[in-house]
């Protein structure tokens, strides 16, 4: 693949905006924010190149941004299905079931924590507690929770997405880059 | 029903839109606070004794005053919406709700600090939250409550929302401003603190939603009236999260110190136990904080109730006593693995140390391997001690209070549940089989 990396002209300006957020000669604190932008328009991951991408644009180097962006949990450095799966497993959710949900969905999809289905549709990721301790177990897909989970709703929430999903699915969402 | 201050209006329809929250006295407080000196409003969040509602309980007014003005430096107000505490979902659901009531604290706050630019800092998994707020602040400064000139005031103020990207650690104030400034997030040495060197390096004050929010009736009622509420040093109201076995988990507003036995047991709150089973144990402020047996959070060792109150809950020490923490309430029944869920504890922990330090980087990978160790019935009688040597020397050793986070549940789970660690030593082949794993009651064993 040698398509160009170069943000669509509604990210673009997104990005423009974010960065104006912070003073003169501060632009670098956009990063994280400009990145999840990115991992929304490359495909759900970020490439070296692209993260060389983000760096040209913020006006640092390339290292800054590797970085950071392998700091953070959020950030996926390697290709994922275009529905990431990121259940929750801390403590609370332990305590509701979480163990049988991820037990569950893996013989479901017939993959391993950390693993994407052959068709490349899912990745099942296990993550730290999500703020939804009070509704557990639970799930998120890009900036979705699902809640209060059982194995009848994780079958109709896996068999919808399977029919409607047709381009990676990010936490950013796509129609929160074309505002404005 | 007790006194509602934050959630009076939770549940009014439309009040995440700002003419909805104008209707029901939105933003008066804001324009009461114009009214006032900088240094007054200052003052009745002294008076109310407001303490921080994030976890530390520093009183707030006390760390307004320690903010240094040094001419021609910006300084920054800057909200931890990066609620990662396992146990706690508060934050989350005001800012869904609510989220004008914290555009107007933080207005407040900004105009009594004399800054002009503030950030909330949330946490990247609540991307829809995130874009809830950035709509908000859109509204407020359409309606001229943020930007130039504030409804004539001579007051400027920007207000901007910012995601993080996934890192518990990034709720250490100043890992935060790491984060916030584009870099890892990495805990800075103190001193400085934040209040002379923060982001950019200049002065900042760094609170937690709930906190800001509370400025809003603080300013209604006066820091007099506000400190009636509660008892004692824990003044106001607390936004519990209550989750774990009870029959009705949720965010309930308390007014510090009620009874722990009314929190857990009357139908206002959580609704007692579920399924008829007896409660075991209760983490009570975050899964930082000391997991408690049953007869300890309800009574206090002279017998007398535990309250719901900073006090309160640490009246013993850690001897026999716990923290208030972030006010996440978590409650475990009599058929809960107090070594299963410390594991995954123990792994939370493991997989959000920064790195940094040794002792936290390396000591939070030993206790979960060894912890899982002894789940998986390979454990010995000196894993126990091992283990107990491991927190005892992360504990204070290290840039950051992760550390103490870390060692606390281990500490007090083997204080108060040993035994239960040696049970697992000596006969595995009886409790794994049963406690192995924690069975959700409508997932059968067949289905999974």
């Known amino acids: 693949m040698c398509e160009e990396i170069k943000f669509s002209d509604d990210a673009f300006a997104l990005v423009k905006r974010l960065m104006s957020r912070y003073p003169e000669g501060k632009q670098k604190s956009a990063i994280l924010p400009i990145l999840h932008v990115a991992q929304a ?15 040209s644009i913020l006006s640092i180097q390339s290292i800054e ?5 392998s700091f953070y949990s959020m950030f996926n450095l390697k290709p994922v299905g275009k529905c990431v799966i990121e259940v929750c497993r801390t403590g609370p959710c332990w305590l509701s079931g979480a163990e049988d949900i991820v037990n569950y969905i893996g013989k479901k999809l017939n993959i391993k924590e950390g693993e994407t289905t052959v068709d490349g549709m899912f990745t099942l990721k296990g993550v730290e507690c999500l703020a939804s301790c009070g509704s557990a177990p639970m799930m998120q897909v890009g900036e979705k929770y699902h809640e209060f989970l059982t194995p009848a709703k994780i079958d109709t929430i896996l068999d919808e997405y399977r029919q409607t999903t047709s381009e ?5 969402a796509k129609n929160e880059i074309k505002v404005n | 029903m007790g006194i509602k201050l934050l959630t009076n209006n939770i549940n009014v329809a439309g009040i995440q839109k700002l003419d909805t929250y104008q209707n029901n006295g939105g933003y008066d407080m804001f324009k009461k606070a114009l009214s006032m000196t900088p240094d007054a409003i200052v003052e009745e969040v002294k008076k109310s004794g407001l ?3 994030g976890g530390a309980g520093f009183p707030t007014g006390m760390k307004w005053s320690f903010l240094a003005k040094p001419e021609g430096v910006p300084r920054y107000l800057v909200c931890n919406a990066d609620e990662s505490e396992p146990g706690t979902f508060k934050d989350r659901y005001m800012m869904e709700r609510i989220p004008h009531l914290l555009i107007e604290g933080m207005a407040i706050g900004s105009f009594a600090l004399g800054c002009h630019t503030s950030y909330i ?3 990247g998994e609540l991307m829809y939250v995130y874009h809830i707020l950035q709509k908000a602040i859109d509204e407020a400064y359409a309606a001229g409550f943020l930007g130039k000139n504030i409804l004539g005031s001579g007051f400027d103020f920007d207000l901007h929302v910012h995601c993080g990207a996934g890192a518990y650690i990034c709720g250490e104030e100043t890992a935060l401003i790491e984060s916030l400034e584009g870099k890892r997030g990495n805990p800075r040495i103190k001193p400085p603190f934040p209040a002379i060197r923060g982001l950019w390096d200049c002065p900042t004050v760094v609170n937690n939603v709930e906190t800001l929010m509370a400025v809003v009736p603080i300013i209604k009622l006066g820091g007099d009236e506000y400190a009636k509420i509660g008892i004692g040093k824990s ?9 774990g076995h009870i029959n009705k988990p949720g965010i309930y507003e308390i007014e510090l110190g009620i009874p722990v036995e009314e929190f857990i047991y009357s139908d206002e709150y959580c609704g007692g136990i579920r399924n008829g089973k007896k409660l075991k144990a209760v983490v009570a402020g975050g899964s930082s904080v000391p997991v408690l047996p049953a007869e300890l959070i309800l009574k206090l060792a002279n017998g007398e109730p535990r309250l719901m109150s900073y006090e309160s ?5 850690f001897a026999t006593g716990t923290m208030m923490g972030s006010g996440g309430f978590i409650a475990m029944d009599e058929d809960t693995s107090i070594v299963k869920n410390l594991w995954t504890f123990a792994r939370f922990y493991h997989h959000e140390s920064c790195g940094q330090c040794s002792p936290c980087r390396e000591g939070t990978g030993w206790m979960e391997k060894i912890l899982h160790k002894i789940l998986d019935g390979h454990g010995n009688i000196s894993d126990i001690d091992l283990l107990w040597d491991i927190q005892s020397k992360i504990e204070g050793k290290t ?3 992760l550390g103490e986070a870390a060692a606390w549940p281990v500490a007090s789970a083997i204080r108060h549940f040993r035994s239960e660690f040696e049970e697992y030593v000596r006969n595995p082949q009886n409790i794994i089989e049963d406690h192995h794993y924690y069975r959700l009651n409508n997932i059968s064993q067949e289905s999974v």
């Open chain 2, 121 to 123: 800092y949330i946490r």
């Open chain 2, 399 to 401: 840039i950051c209070p």
């Open chain 2, 235 to 243: 003044t106001g109201t607390k936004l519990i999260s209550a989750c």
């Open chain 2, 313 to 317: 809950l640490g009246e013993g020490g």
């Open chain 2, 51 to 53: 303490r921080g509602r």
């Open chain 1, 65 to 69: 941004v590797y970085e950071v962006a």
């Open chain 1, 168 to 172: 990676p699915i990010s936490h950013w």
């Open chain 1, 41 to 55: 328009e490359f495909g759900g991951w970020l490439s070296a190149p692209v993260m060389d991408y983000v760096a």
